[in-house]
Every structure is written in structure tokens, then in C-alpha cells.
């Protein structure tokens, strides 16, 4: 099974803020990465897939770039809205899975 | 717009059944793969199950495999998550998802919560 960490746990910014999230796979997954963003009580939305696409209608704000192993999601410039848990999530092998998530709050 | 709706949850015994529905509007249900992911309470999310467009194809984590089924009707534009001998550790809020490019999650439910307690 492949392993996702993703660092750090918590990330305390300030709105205007640039967010730099981390992924690191236990062994390569190519390009097939996603992104998803949680806000309490709701379900997760996809941000990007295979490692650097928005999906439908996500701002230009968010980007992720990565392959391999090393992936990161950046967020050019925090607004109130973005301010969430992330997870990244793998599909080169079986079973699927996720990291353990990072929280951005409000510093 | 597409829209899941997943029902069927509630309160069960170790030991019992449950089945679980999601109940897809506004695509062509019938054309995607879909999948179900799981997150117990203040935990993070784990994938569950994803079966193909035309239910052939199925795939199951190492955690519920032997005890849940995934399937789906087309002619009611429902998927359908049987577990069986359900265990505490099964407790968690449950979501279906339509797939995209065979392993990612593009659009989810809202979920429905599933406990696992005597």
C-alpha cells in the first residue's frame, strides 16, 4: 500500500497569505495525484487531479505541481473561504489512498 | 446539476448488516464509475469501494474486503454499499462518489453516518 504523508499537520496563516502544502509518497505514483479540500460538516470537494489540473470551477489560486513522489499544493493568496483541511489522495496503485490531511487555519 | 444523495444509515450492532444507497441525479449514471469513501469521527478519509460503469469491475480495500459489497442499478440510477458483519471500527460518516479517470473522486455526497455499537 502506498503511504501519503503530508506536512505540516497545521499551517497558521493570515488571509493575503501564500500556503505551501506537502505530499510525499512512499514510492512513486507518477503524476496521478488529487488535491481535496474539507470544511467542517461537509464533504470533501476536488481541487485538482493528476497532480496540476483544476477541476471545474476551483480559482486560479490554487495550483499544485509534482511528480513521483514530492507533490505540493500552493494557495497563491489565502481568502477567508479557504481556510480548510487538505488531503491528498493517490490512484497509481490499489488500493486508493489518502494523506493524513493538512489544517490551514486563521493565524 | 449532479447530485448524490446517500441514505440508509443509522445505529446497528456489531455483527449486523446495513445497506447503504446513493442515489445520483443530473448525469448519466450509467456511463461512470463510482466509488464509496468513509471518515470516522475527527478522522481523516479512507477509500472504500469503486465499482465500474457497468458493475464488471470491482475493487475493495484490504480493511472491509469479504464483508462489503458494492453494486449498482442503472435502471435506478443507484449505487448500493451492502456490509456485513460490521465491527466498531466500521463507524463512520459514509460518502459516494462519482469517479473520474478511474481512481479520483470529482463530485460526493453529503454523506450519511453509519455506528457500529451495542
Known amino acids: 500500500e502506498i503511504v501519503l504523508t503530508q506536512s505540516p499537520a497545521t499551517l497558521s496563516l493570515s488571509p493575503g497569505e501564500r500556503a505551501t502544502l506537502s505530499c510525499r509518497a512512499s514510492q512513486s505514483v507518477s503524476s496521478y495525484l488529487a488535491w481535496y479540500q474539507q470544511k467542517p460538516g461537509q464533504a470533501p470537494r476536488l481541487l485538482i487531479y493528476?497532480?496540476?489540473n483544476r477541476a471545474t470551477g476551483i480559482p486560479t489560486r490554487f495550483s499544485g505541481s509534482g511528480f513521483g513522489t514530492d507533490f505540493t499544493l500552493t494557495i497563491s493568496s489565502l481568502e477567508p473561504e479557504d481556510f480548510a483541511v487538505y488531503y491528498c489522495?493517490?490512484?497509481?496503485?490499489?488500493?486508493?489512498?489518502f494523506g493524513g490531511g493538512t489544517k490551514v487555519e486563521i493565524k | 446539476q449532479v447530485q448524490l444523495v446517500e441514505s440508509g444509515g443509522g445505529v446497528v450492532q456489531p455483527g449486523r448488516s446495513l445497506r447503504l444507497s446513493c442515489a445520483a441525479s443530473g448525469l448519466t449514471f450509467s456511463s461512470y464509475g463510482m466509488h464509496w469513501v468513509r471518515q470516522a469521527p475527527g478522522k481523516g478519509l479512507e477509500w472504500v469501494a469503486l465499482i465500474s460503469y457497468d458493475g464488471t469491475n470491482k475493487h475493495y480495500a484490504d480493511s472491509v474486503k469479504g464483508r462489503f459489497t458494492i453494486s449498482r442499478d442503472n435502471s435506478k440510477n443507484t449505487l448500493y454499499l451492502q456490509m456485513n458483519s460490521l465491527r466498531p471500527e466500521d463507524t463512520a460518516v459514509y460518502y459516494c462518489?462519482?469517479?473520474?479517470?478511474?481512481?479520483?473522486?470529482?463530485?460526493w455526497g453529503q454523506g450519511t453516518m453509519v455506528t457500529v455499537s451495542s
Open positions: 489522495q493517490q490512484r497509481s496503485n490499489w488500493p486508493l489512498s
Open positions: 493528476d497532480a496540476s
Open positions: 462518489a462519482k469517479d473520474y479517470n478511474w481512481g479520483t473522486f470529482h463530485i
